[in-house]
C-alpha cells in the first residue's frame, strides 16, 4: 500500500520541509501514534473507533467455521508473502505449469487467479493514464474543431465529448499542478537521501528509517537540513517506512502524473495485446499474479485475511478465508472490460466475496461492468467497494462502477465504503474521502492503516482502499460462521452494525462543520461484533 501522495496533508509538509527558510524552525507538532492495530479495535475500551474485532472473536467463541473465498480485484499479491501464503486460494483442478486449461475454466495455470494486465514473455500494462485522457484522445480527431452540437455528426456522441474533454482539462492541470509542486520534492530527497547514505555508511543499495537519523549528530547544517526535509516526510507518511520505499513510490505516482499529461496511449497494446473496447476479445491475460507492481493488493489482501496470531505481520480481520488474487488495476485507471471480466472470473471460480478497492472518473463501458455485477448478484456474491479519495460528494459526482446500472435499477449486492479516521472527533471522516449519503452505505478505517507489504514489508498508508477490505473482511467473516446469509442479506448486516456517530465534523475537502450521519447512507462505521449480532438473529436465504 502506498503513500497517498495526492491528499493536502502531505503536500503541504511536504513542501514545507523543502522550502522552508530557517531549519532551526521547530518540526509541526506530531500527532500522537496509533496502535498499529487500532482499525481492529474498540471505541468504549480501547478508545479507538475500529470494528471491535476482539469482541467479535470473544461473542464466536465455541462456534464453527466455514472457508469462505474472497476475491481481491487489485493490483495482484505477493504469493511468497509469509503472512498470505496460507491463505492463497488454489485452483485444485489445474495443474501447475502444464500450459493446459485443465479445469476447461478458459484460464491456463490459473493457480491463485489471473492477471488480466498480462501479456506473452512475463509483459504486463504496469503504468495507465485515466480513462478520461484515454476517451479524450479517441475522439479528439473526430470532435475538436467542431464547435456547436449541430454540425456533430452525432449528437449524443458529441455531448459525452464535451463532458470527456471538461474532465479530461480538469484532471491535466491538476496533474501538471502536482507536478510543478512535487518535482522539487524529488529533487530535494534524491540530493539528501545520498548524503545521509554516505553519512550512515550506506551502500546505494541499502535503506534507513527514521530511527537510524535519530542515531546522527548534527554536525552541520547540511546533515542537519537533510534530517529535517526526511523528518518530515516520515512523519507524514510512515515512521517505518525506508527512504528508498518511499522515493519508489513517488516516482511512481510522477509517473502516473506524467501519464495523464503526456499520455503512453500504446501501453495497453504493446504488453496485453487485446483489444479493450471488445469484449469478445477474451483470450488474454496471464497467471502471473504478482507481475509489476504488487504492493497495493497485497496490502488490501493482508487486511482481509493475513494469518491470524502466527506471530509476524499483522493479523487479518477473517480467520478462515481464502484469498483470490486477480489483477486488473495498473498504476493509473482500470479498464471496464477487465473490471467486468476479473468480477466474473472471481464468481465463477467460487469467491462469495469481492474486494474492489479502485475507482475512476468515466466508464465507457458501463454495461459491461453492469451485467457482470448483475451476474454477481445472480450467483449470490457480495461486492464490496472504495469510494473513492477524491473528498467528493458521489451523489453530485460519481464514482466508477457503481450499482446505479443504465437501465434505471439498482443492485442489492454492493456495499460503498467510505474512510474514517480513529478518534471519534471533528476528524473523523478522513479528508480525503469521497461521500454520499445516498451512494456511499457506510465508513470504515482508512487513515494510517497498518497491512503487511511485498518482500515482508510492511506499510502505513490511507485509502478508501483500505477501509473497504476491512469491510470485505467483516462480511467474510460473519459469512464464515453464518454461511446460509445471502449476498443481500450479508450487504444488510454490514449495514446495520454501522450505528449513526451523531459528531460534527469536518466535511472532506472543506473547513465546514456537518453532522457525520449525513456522509453516507448508515452515518456509521462497520463494527464486526455488531454484524455477527445481527447475523445471529437471521434466518438465511442463500441458495446455493
Known amino acids: 500500500m502506498k503513500i497517498n501522495f495526492k491528499t493536502t496533508a502531505f503536500l503541504a509538509v511536504a513542501l514545507f520541509a523543502v522550502n522552508t527558510a530557517s531549519i532551526a524552525q521547530q518540526m509541526p507538532a506530531k500527532p500522537a501514534d496509533l496502535p498499529k492495530n487500532w482499525h481492529t479495535l474498540d471505541l468504549q475500551k480501547d478508545g479507538y473507533l475500529g470494528v471491535s474485532l476482539n469482541q467479535a472473536y470473544d461473542f464466536l467463541k465455541g462456534k464453527k467455521s466455514k472457508t469462505v473465498v474472497v476475491a481481491t480485484i487489485d493490483s495482484g499479491i505477493d504469493t511468497l508473502q509469509k503472512d498470505l501464503q496460507p491463505v492463497l486460494w488454489l485452483n485444485t483442478q489445474e495443474k501447475a505449469g502444464n500450459g493446459k486449461d485443465d479445469d476447461h475454466n478458459g484460464y491456463i495455470d490459473d493457480m491463485h487467479g489471473w492477471n488480466f494486465l498480462g501479456g506473452p514473455n512475463g509483459k504486463c500494462d504496469v503504468n495507465e493514464t485515466t480513462e478520461e485522457v484515454r476517451e479524450y484522445y479517441r475522439l479528439k480527431d473526430k470532435y475538436a474543431t467542431i464547435t456547436t452540437a449541430s454540425a456533430a455528426p452525432d449528437k449524443a456522441e458529441y455531448a459525452y465529448w464535451l463532458k470527456v474533454k471538461g474532465i479530461r482539462d480538469s484532471t491535466v492541470n491538476k496533474s501538471q499542478s502536482e507536478l510543478n509542486q512535487l518535482s522539487p520534492l524529488m529533487n530535494a530527497l534524491v540530493t539528501t537521501d545520498a548524503y545521509l547514505k554516505k553519512t550512515l555508511n550506506l551502500s546505494a543499495g541499502q535503506s534507513f528509517t527514521k530511527g537510524d537519523l535519530n542515531k546522527l549528530d548534527d554536525k552541520n ?5 537533510s534530517k529535517y526535509i526526511w523528518g518530515l516526510i516520515f512523519q507524514e507518511a510512515d515512521n517505518a517506512k525506508t527512504d528508498t520505499k518511499t522515493i519508489t513510490e513517488l516516482n511512481e505516482y510522477i509517473t502516473k502524473l506524467n501519464n495523464d499529461v503526456n499520455p503512453d496511449l500504446d501501453a495497453r497494446k504493446r504488453t496485453v495485446g487485446d483489444d479493450p473496447n471488445n469484449i469478445n476479445d477474451k483470450n488474454y491475460g496471464s497467471n502471473m499474479v504478482e507481475c509489476g507492481d504488487a504492493s497495493h493488493g497485497t496490502g488490501v489482501a493482508g487486511l482481509i485475511g493475513a494469518v491470524r496470531n502466527n506471530g509476524y505481520g499483522i493479523d487479518g480481520i477473517a480467520d478462515n478465508v481464502k484469498i483470490m488474487a486477480i489483477k486488473a488495476v495498473p498504476n493509473g485507471d482500470e479498464y471496464d472490460k477487465d473490471i467486468a471480466n476479473a468480477i466474473r472470473y472471481a464468481v465463477d471460480n467460487g469467491a462469495k466475496v469481492v474486494n474492489m478497492s479502485f475507482g475512476k472518473k468515466l466508464s465507457p463501458h458501463k454495461k459491461w461492468v453492469d451485467d457482470a455485477i448483475k451476474y454477481a448478484a445472480a450467483k449470490d456474491v457480495l461486492l464490496v467497494q472504495a469510494s473513492g479519495n477524491d473528498n467528493q460528494d458521489v451523489d453530485v459526482k460519481p464514482e466508477f462502477p457503481n450499482d446505479s446500472f443504465l437501465d434505471g435499477t439498482t443492485s ?90 451523531n459528531i460534527q465534523v469536518i466535511k472532506p475537502g472543506t473547513k465546514q462543520k456537518v453532522d457525520f450521519t449525513t456522509l453516507s447512507k448508515t452515518g456509521g462505521i462497520v463494527n464486526a461484533l455488531e454484524a455477527l449480532k445481527i447475523a445471529s438473529t437471521m434466518k438465511g436465504e442463500r441458495k446455493r
Open 221 to 225: 547544517d547540511t546533515l542537519k537540513q
Open 412 to 501: 442489492d449486492n454492493v456495499i460503498s465504503v467510505g474512510a474514517s479516521s480513529a478518534l471519534k472527533d471533528e476528524n473523523l471522516a478522513a479528508s480525503f474521502s469521497n461521500y454520499g449519503k445516498k451512494n456511499v452505505d457506510v465508513f470504515a478505517p482508512g487513515v494510517k492503516v497498518t497491512s503487511i507489504d511485498k518482500d515482508a514489508e510492511f506499510n502505513t498508508a490511507d485509502g478508501t482502499s483500505f477501509a473497504s477490505p476491512i469491510t470485505a473482511g467483516v462480511a467474510a467473516l460473519v459469512l464464515e460462521y453464518y454461511p446460509t446469509l445471502s449476498a443481500r442479506q450479508l450487504k444488510e448486516v454490514i449495514l446495520a452494525s454501522a450505528k449513526p456517530e
